[in-house]
């Protein structure tokens, strides 16, 4: 006997199944999911193809990479994939503010692009993203998928932004699930309009934002845990702190948060020391290695221009190296003299694309939400980490800051310049995930009557409307 659709739905709410099914969307990990993913679905849809940050500077190294090229060095690719960078250059020429008035025209026009296998060109890499290849796992692996296919070069392109989304939206939500407290604070954080955008666009980003939540969150775990430390515990920690200091330099310093694990989960001293070395001197010596060969390859020499003016790296290591005071001093300044702070703070909550910033009612609303989120979620009933990992989570925080702003030094600003220019917020996700630790410990709160739960769901929303409405008149407005 048929049972009508309406039939179905009545018994799966007799028998709670679809109440079960509600219910999970008021869990942490899911509401990121729901949200996160909705997000993505749209705005890759709605950005234009290598339109959205350095989408055309991290589209190089993907190809350089797939072709065989590790180092950073000029790569044979197929003639089509530096046509389609070249044709996307012109549509959207730097340093042209936005709105864009992109059309339909336009994208096709990078679609009739042909691969042109036959006919290579070479690819000459970009100073702006002198990343490991690690950082473009992902996107390289559907390349190359897509390059035995014989897709064209905007199918190239799109798969690796999608292949990108969908590693960093899995990611987060493994990380979510694993964390044992603030796991509403950390859903929040990964919702908000900054990073929401950045998941979606073809960067390093997409998969280093969530490498690093997930590090977080399974160092927290291990330090909480009342059982000893399993092997599949251990390896997690072990690949994904090899991939969080490879996926950009200076997220290394988060490897330190192993130190907290106690000994007890080890079963002794020597296991203790041998473990936590295993997590962080590789994952610590490839970061060096990394950087010593970028050193002495490919930035050795390099002179180039960034709207902050003629960049020598080399010129501007050796001002750092023989003059530290002075170097000091442009730190200092730049933190207290100049807008690094609110900037900062505002790129962290919703700046973002070419950049864009949203209207100040966006602001208003996330910046409440998250207050009400991360103050109302409460700790009390969660396991207490060691004290230790709090001066642990401070000391990454203070040292990554600082190395991330004498990275761009290096590699944005002119020799001897007087501050720092080129800080984004963005940068700080990776940091700020493990700073939830230092939240003070208390009861869960309700705020206007709303639960956490709720108030997650309102940042989550505000979030998805603010981005797809910013992002719809940058432009196609």
């Known amino acids: 006997m048929t049972v009508s659709s309406a039939e179905a739905v009545e018994r799966a709410f007799r028998s709670g199944a679809i109440r079960d099914f509600l219910r999970l969307f008021t869990k942490p990990e899911y509401l990121f999911l729901a949200f996160g993913g909705l997000a993505s679905l749209i705005l890759l849809i709605l950005i234009p193809p290598l339109a959205g940050g350095n989408e055309p500077n991290n589209f190089q190294p993907v190809a350089a990479v797939a072709a065989g090229h590790v180092l950073i060095e000029p790569a044979s690719v197929p003639g089509g994939i530096v046509k389609l960078l070249d044709a996307s250059n012109r549509q959207f020429p730097e340093n042209t503010p936005p709105p864009y008035h992109y059309s339909m025209a336009k994208l096709r026009a990078l679609a009739s692009i042909p691969l042109s296998r036959e006919s290579p060109a070479t690819l000459n890499p970009n100073a702006?993203?002198?990343?490991?290849?690690?950082?473009?796992?992902?996107?390289?692996?559907?390349?190359?998928?897509?390059?035995a296919l014989d897709f064209s070069p905007l199918a190239l392109f799109y798969l690796g932004r999608i292949a990108g989304a969908l590693s960093g939206l899995l990611l987060t939500f493994l990380a979510i699930r694993r964390m044992p407290f603030h796991r509403y604070g950390m859903a929040a954080l990964a919702l908000l309009p900054t990073i929401v955008f950045s998941r979606t666009t073809l960067d390093a980003d997409q998969i280093t934002h969530g490498i690093a939540f997930y590090f977080v969150a399974n160092a927290f775990a291990a330090m909480v845990e009342p059982r000893k430390l399993s092997c599949r515990a251990l390896t997690t920690l072990v690949v994904s702190g090899l991939l969080i200091a490879q996926s950009k330099s200076a997220y290394f310093v988060l490897l330190q948060l192993v130190l907290a694990i106690p000994v007890a989960r080890y079963g002794s001293r020597l296991r203790w020391l041998f473990a936590s070395a295993l997590i962080a001197l590789p994952g610590t010596a490839l970061n060096i290695a990394w950087m010593v060969a970028l050193k002495h390859t490919y930035v050795a020499g390099l002179h180039y221009y960034t709207w902050a003016g003629h960049v020598y790296p080399d010129g501007q290591t050796a001002f750092i190296l023989q003059h530290p005071l002075a170097y000091l001093g442009v730190l200092v300044r730049t933190i207290f003299t100049t807008n690094l702070i609110p900037l900062t703070l505002l790129g962290f909550i919703g700046i973002f694309g070419p950049p864009v910033a949203m209207p100040v009612v966006f602001y208003a609303v996330l910046v409440a939400a998250l207050f009400c989120v991360l103050a109302g979620e409460g700790d009390a009933g969660s396991p207490s980490v060691p004290t230790a990992a709090k001066w642990l989570t401070a000391s990454a925080f203070i040292s990554g800051f600082v190395l991330l702003l004498t990275l761009i030094y290096i590699k944005w600003d002119s020799p001897g310049a007087s501050v720092i220019q080129g800080f984004q917020g963005r940068y700080l996700f990776p940091l700020a995930a493990p700073a939830l630790t230092c939240l003070p410990r208390s009861g869960?709160?309700?705020?206007?009557?709303?639960?956490?739960?709720?108030?997650?769901?309102?940042?989550?929303?505000?979030?998805?409307?603010?981005?797809?409405?910013?992002?719809?008149?940058?432009?196609?407005g």
Do not use: D, E, H
């Open 444 to 476: 869960s709160r309700a705020y206007l009557g709303l639960g956490v739960a709720s108030w997650t769901a309102i940042l989550a929303a505000t979030s998805l409307f603010g981005t797809v409405f910013v992002t719809w008149t940058t432009y196609w």
């Open 128 to 147: 702006i993203t002198v990343l490991n290849p690690i950082s473009y796992i992902p996107q390289v692996v559907v390349y190359w998928t897509g390059l």
